[in-house]
């Protein structure tokens, strides 16, 4: 779930551009924001 918010990912619904359209975001502060959208899901 992560690397496909780091590099960016294509399927059938659409797409989602590397690091969320922020290239100066690091792979650390992606992994933390994943993190946590998925524990406020839960």
Known sequence: MTSKSIK???GKQ???M???G???L???E???AVAYIV???K
Do not use: E, L, V, Y
């Open 8 to 10: 960016g990912f294509t």
């Open 39 to 41: 524990s406020q899901s």
């Open 18 to 20: 590397p690091k969320g």
């Open 26 to 28: 690091t792979d650390d």
């Open 22 to 24: 922020h290239p100066k």
């Open 30 to 32: 992606i992994g933390n």
């Open 14 to 16: 659409g797409m989602m």
